[in-house]
């Protein structure tokens, strides 16, 4: 049986990153069977990353790594797509994986009112004054690469306005329509419902989980998605 290897749930949602909840919506997707197994420690994996899917044919990483192998052995996600719906998938799959992620991860890891939380629930296993030094360095790496790529040096209210773009494309494709491209979901559906609902789920109430949750679209999106997707 294939075994994903996940972070733990809180917050709401069924892991801490939406990228495990992606790969479990992915497995759900495809009908293989499979079981998960959590691990509040990345360090073992390939790349120090997960998700991380155990199979017979050895491991697999990253959730796109995991569509990739359950397409392989049969999964069609997007076989209901036409060739132009792929390729805007393709881009709106960018858009929200290398661009809202990092406004969420900025949310959750640099904003001083949530810090504390994300700090005392990622790494509750450290002890106190360890947990504080050692998560303290991951955060100024975190911001380090967050400063290289760009984000990290826009103000909060810069970040909104790129993010608002981004949900108003979301919320365009939507129209009335059930999931981004029909009445079934797709590939992009998985990732673009998780990141969504990442940011509704952040544990203090930012600017950005505020505007994702009083969405009546995007949030009836992000449930719609949790019930035909999820576990």
Known sequence: MLTLITYPGQFGQSSLSPFCVKAEYLLNMSGQPWQR????????????KLPVLRTPDGLVHDSN????????????????????????AHALRRMVEEHMYFILLLDR??????????????????PGILRGLIAGGLRKQV????????????????RMSHVEADLA??????????????????????????????????PVETPLAKRVGQDAVLSAYIDRA???MGT
């Open 169 to 202: 494309c979301l919320t365009t494709q939507l129209g009335d329509k059930p999931f981004l491209f029909g009445d079934k979901p797709a590939s992009i559906d998985a990732s673009a419902a998780t990141i969504l609902g990442a940011m509704r789920a952040t």
């Open 226 to 228: 949790a019930e035909t």
């Open 65 to 88: 790594g995991i569509k990739t192998y359950l397409e392989r052995k049969g999964a069609d996600f997007d076989g209901h797509l036409s060739d132009a719906d792929k390729s805007t």
């Open 37 to 48: 197994e959590d691990t509040d420690d990345p360090r073992k994996a390939p790349r120090g």
């Open 109 to 126: 890891w640099e904003r001083p009112d949530v810090w504390p939380v994300i700090r005392d629930t990622y790494f509750k296993g450290i």
């Open 143 to 158: 911001m380090k690469g967050m400063n290289t790529q760009g984000l990290g040096r826009l103000t909060w209210g810069e």
